[in-house]
């Protein structure tokens, strides 16, 4: 649930264009039953759905609606948007608690209902006493989704990815005004469907960028936030520009040193940092054809391996540490002439992410709310990802509508509520100095770093039970994070069949 994985980010990672139709949002489907009766929550009717994630193993039963709202809240008369909403309620009503929890997905561009699936189990503990709500928020999902084809070809050149975003703003032009599609809108829309559900007060569950969608709800609705859990957070007062390439070098140093400091490790594969420095320099230099295996088909495949190929891998797998554990070796391999096992696993993490993103939402979000901070930094001229994405996110809102932001959106959250922030150690995108930044103006919030973990850190360990027992109590301060401490580092693998014994 990254901060901008997709577009530019994705296109770093591509090792070949492949054409494809445009994304149409059912990463998770919700699927109409007939097994129960429509149930009526505030004003809204739900009928029976099923929600199913091709990355979650079991389907979710489920209530699911729609809720118009107008486009542009200054003209009410004017195009209307029918958000997508899903409700799971508790099996049992007893001791059913008043506050529902709302969960708010990443990207942006990423859908709640299409990413809830793999964060339920997060939530056992929460689920038995109140209603989880999923609003897959405008541009998103099922909610007027602004989704562009992928761009064909390899060109990254500024000129070039300013004519994806004009290509891509006419396309949605019949169905969308662009301006109207930014998270102040959001904002608003959760607060008309907190109403309508007849909900005095809510519980924001925010992973990465909705993070921000949390704090901006918080800064507008404070009578109407009970708490807010801010998970791999985005400060209210950063705006993105060129963060990830600096914040990407500095978790891999962490990454890295699980190898350089474990002699199996660094005396069978050395430093990876020093190896893929090389191999990015020779990648740069000279693309090269590699045959390999299709991870998914078995299929033999032929395609070329370029530096942004691998810069987008290890951006992607530094998400996760049990595969970053991985990239050392993979490296390795690489350097020693053997791209067959990383230009596979580039393909294949390509096919999972090509529909996670609304690259339109993307936009309309990033180009409205961060544009003034795309500006390419000479200090990360040697860094892995150096300044391709800023300057290809500069581009692009070049040609992009800009809705308005309000004078104090990137002031910081402020007041009383209650705030649980987590972070993971090895972060490479929100690192736990933001977590730390938040705190500070939130006299009741409290930062919880996990050792050794990536992005998106809810569901690991003793955290479900830490969660749980703070949207309960509201309480950040009062739990006992001790059991977190069980959490250990994955170690780097030495070999394909994972690390020494």
């Not at 949605?172 to 469907?193: E, G, I, N, S």
């Not at 962490?254 to 005396?267: I, V, Y």
């Not at 100095?433 to 409290?446: A, Q």
């Not at 996990?450 to 809810?458: A, E, F, M």
Request: charge should be negative.
């Amino acid at each position: 649930m990254a901060v901008v994985a997709g577009i530019v980010g994705y296109r770093l990672m591509r090792p070949a264009p492949e054409p494809h139709a445009p994304a149409t949002g059912d990463q998770a489907v919700a699927t109409a039953t007939s097994a129960a009766k429509p149930l009526k929550l505030g004003t809204l009717v739900f009928t029976p759905c099923s929600l199913s994630s091709p990355l979650s193993r079991d389907s979710l039963e489920a209530h699911c609606t729609t809720f118009e709202v107008p486009e542009d809240r200054a003209n009410p008369q004017g195009r209307r948007i029918a958000l997508n909403i899903a409700w799971l309620a508790p099996e049992k009503q007893t001791d059913l608690q008043p506050d529902p929890v709302f969960f708010l997905a990443g990207g942006p561009g990423q859908a709640a209902v299409a990413s809830y699936p793999q964060v339920d189990a997060a939530f056992n503990e929460v689920r038995k006493h109140r209603n989880v709500i999923l609003v897959d928020q405008r541009g998103t999902g099922h909610s007027n989704l602004l989704a562009c084809a992928t761009p064909e070809g390899d060109d990254m050149s500024p000129a070039a990815m300013r004519g994806e975003a004009e290509k891509c703003a006419a396309q949605l032009a019949p169905k969308a005004d662009l301006r109207f599609y930014t998270t102040t809108d959001a904002v608003a829309d959760l607060d008309a469907v907190r109403a309508a559900i007849g909900a005095e007060k809510i519980n924001l569950v925010g992973v990465s960028y909705g993070t921000r969608v949390a704090q901006q709800y918080a800064m507008r609705h404070p009578q109407a936030t009970r708490s807010i859990v801010l998970d791999s957070v985005v400060p209210n007062t950063l705006q993105l520009g060129n963060i990830f390439a600096r914040n990407l070098d500095d978790a891999l140093a962490l990454q890295f040193a699980q190898c350089t400091q474990t002699p199996s490790c660094k005396d069978t594969l050395g430093d990876p940092r020093v190896e893929l420095d090389a191999l990015l320099a020779r990648l740069r230099a000279q693309p090269l054809t590699v045959r390999y295996r299709d991870a998914s088909s078995g299929e033999e495949r032929e395609d070329e391996l370029r530096a942004e190929t691998v810069a987008g891998l290890v951006r992607m797998y530094a998400y996760m540490p049990v595969a970053a554990a991985l990239l050392p070796k993979l490296i390795h391999e690489a350097s020693n002439g053997r791209y067959e096992n990383l230009m596979a696993l580039a393909q294949m993490l390509q096919g999972d992410m090509k529909d996670s993103m609304a690259m339109g939402m993307q936009l309309s979000v990033v180009c409205s709310e961060d544009n003034g901070s795309l500006l390419a930094n000479q200090a990360d001229a040697g860094t892995v990802l150096g300044n391709q994405m800023a300057q290809g996110m500069a581009a692009m809102c070049a040609a992009w509508p800009k809705g308005h932001v309000p004078a104090d959106f990137h002031q910081p959250l402020t007041g009383t509520v209650p705030a649980l922030v987590l972070e993971g150690e090895f972060d490479p995108v929100t690192p736990p100095r933001y977590g730390e930044e938040v705190v500070k103006t939130l006299p009741n919030g409290r930062l919880l770093v996990l050792r050794g973990q990536g992005h998106n850190v809810i569901g690991a360990g003793c955290m479900p039970k830490l969660f749980a027992q703070f949207i309960e109590k509201a309480d950040a301060k009062a739990l006992d994070g001790t059991c977190l401490e069980k959490l250990n580092y994955v170690p780097p693998f030495t070999s394909f069949n994972g690390w020494e014994p």
